[in-house]
């Protein structure tokens, strides 16, 4: 019942923000599709290079989605407009909230990279989306909501948000198989790249997209950092003494 | 009925509430008086589950509070001294958002809504986002949203700061109206006017310490129920007394500048902790 509440409560800021949401979801994906996939026209083990990126982003566009969905928005709400305090205090089941927090997260994931594959299906590339690329989107949409979940618990003012998103979701971004293969990195780092949530849903979605199998392992790293980092947000908001 | 057993707050070396042990008795309407920095809004805050104690308890009804006692919490509801509101909601959603927290039934959440909003003239602003609300708009919200969950506990930290003295009047008379179907409300003021006029206990704090704990009349009384101000070397002294007639005798036998009047819970304080309310 609480994580309806959530769902709601997430449910009426998107509707409010609808064209905010849905053209700050569109832009950067957008611009690095035409500026990599489309302006610099190279190609990739003899495939175009469009065909490697379009994955990529696409698991992209659900790591922003999810993050900012949530460490922006709650951050403000617990700092600055004392929001949360209105669920602290109210007999919501505090996990129920968290849980509510992270699906809504997920799914503002899984609408930006909805965006980016409807905007892909004018270039023919017959690349495959099935569910199980859903289900990796969603999965990982639901990582990056527990970690900026623990962030913006973390956080000691409302302005650490977007430094978040400096430190963490941009070089993610850029570094975990997005834009290139983590093959092509030196050894010791590309360990340590390969094991970032990014690197391994981007992997996936891509081998579906080719028509191979995502494999078992990539699932294991992203229901690992789900469990931890929802655990640490259950723990903040039940144990932190000053939230 | 809300117990406080030596509940103490720490926040890194400061101790903001220091060994509270408090009793508030169904149905009372109890006042936590003290100066800015005496530890009211840290105590409200722990009784909210907002801050959790860094040692003793608070027990509901006999049930310890926590984050996770959900049917100690359901008697709860609490106005904060800050608007602690979705600014980019309008006062429906506010409302609803409010009672889906506590699990109400939608058909209530709007009964209620029309009721409390209609009550406090707010209805005709009701798609209004919170963010465009006046100061007085959004404090009387914040009470609407409060009432919306009907609850047996009421918390209210400065209700009425910032607000004129006709708002003012105005709040009281609402809270009194709401008190009398036997909620507990608990209140956190520096008015003392304000403490005096709603509250049948107040515990004086200072410095997170409690320093004094009765009725207002009860403390008035054992100070003294009359006070002469007296003038002496440009410094202002207060004698209290028992007996009018023996603040008029002190009055007339007086050379200074000085001065009869009923004495207030601020000389309470003042005696007790030697410092100034208003401060």
Not at chain 2, 64 to 70: H, M, S, T
């Amino acid at each position: 019942m609480g994580i309806i509440t959530v769902l709601w409560e997430k449910w009426t800021e998107f509707k409010r923000d609808f064209y905010k949401i849905t053209v700050s979801a569109m832009i950067s994906p957008l611009m690095y599709l035409i500026i990599f996939g489309l302006g610099i026209q190279t190609t990739s083990h003899g495939e175009p290079y469009l065909h490697f990126l379009i994955p990529g982003i696409v698991a992209m566009a659900t790591m922003t989605g999810s993050f900012s969905a949530i460490a922006q928005n709650m951050s403000v709400q617990r700092l600055y407009e004392k929001a949360l305090d209105q669920v602290m205090v109210s007999p919501t089941p505090l996990w129920q909230f968290i849980t509510g927090q992270i699906l809504g997260g997920s799914l503002r994931g899984m609408y930006a990279a909805g965006i980016i594959l409807l905007l892909t299906r004018a270039i023919r590339t017959d690349l495959i989306f099935n569910g199980w690329s859903f289900l990796i989107m969603f999965l990982n949409g639901t990582v990056f909501s527990t970690i900026a979940l623990v962030l913006s618990f973390l956080a000691k003012s409302y302005t650490d948000a977007p430094r978040y998103t400096s430190y963490i979701i941009m070089p993610m971004s850029f570094l975990c198989n997005t834009f290139f293969s983590t093959d092509q990195m030196p050894g010791g780092f590309r360990q340590v790249v390969s094991c970032l949530p990014l690197s391994q849903a981007s992997g996936m979605i891509r081998a579906i997209s080719n028509g191979e199998s995502p494999g078992v392992f990539g699932f294991v790293i992203l229901l690992i950092y789900l469990a931890v980092f929802t655990a640490l947000s259950v723990l903040f908001i039940y144990r932190k003494k000053n939230l | 009925m809300i117990e406080i057993r030596g509940i103490t707050k720490k926040f890194g070396d400061f101790t903001a509430v220091d060994d509270l042990n408090l009793t508030v008795n169904t149905g009372e309407f109890f006042g936590l008086l003290g100066p800015n920095g005496a530890g009211k809004t840290t105590t409200i805050s722990m009784i909210s589950t907002v801050l959790l104690p860094t040692a003793g308890q608070i027990l509901i009804d006999g049930n310890i509070l926590d984050r996770k006692a959900a049917k100690e919490k359901r008697k709860l509801s609490v106005i904060t001294q800050e608007y602690s509101m979705r600014q980019d909601m309008t006062m429906d959603e506010v409302m609803e958002y409010q009672g889906r927290l506590y699990f109400l039934p939608r058909r209530v959440i709007k009964e209620r809504s029309d009721r409390l909003l209609e009550f406090t003239g707010l209805i005709d602003f009701r798609k209004r986002t919170v963010r465009h609300l006046s100061g007085g708009m959004k404090r009387k919200l914040m009470i609407c949203r409060a009432l919306m969950t009907e609850p047996e506990i009421l918390l209210l930290d400065e209700p009425t700061a910032g607000m004129d003295a006709l708002s003012r009047r105005q709040m009281w008379n609402l809270l009194r109206s709401v008190n009398s179907g036997s909620m507990t409300i608990i209140l956190t003021t520096h008015y003392i006017e304000e403490a005096e006029a709603l509250c049948d206990r107040v515990a004086l704090l200072n410095r997170g310490r409690l320093q004094k704990l009765d009725s207002p009349k009860t403390l008035i009384d054992e100070l003294g129920m009359f006070a002469v101000d007296e003038m002496r070397d440009g410094k202002l002294e207060t004698r209290y007394f028992h007996e009018r007639e023996k603040a008029i005798a002190f009055l007339s036998e007086s050379h200074e500048q000085a001065s009869l009047r009923a004495t207030t819970l601020e000389d309470v304080f003042i005696e007790v902790a030697g410092a100034k309310i208003n401060k």
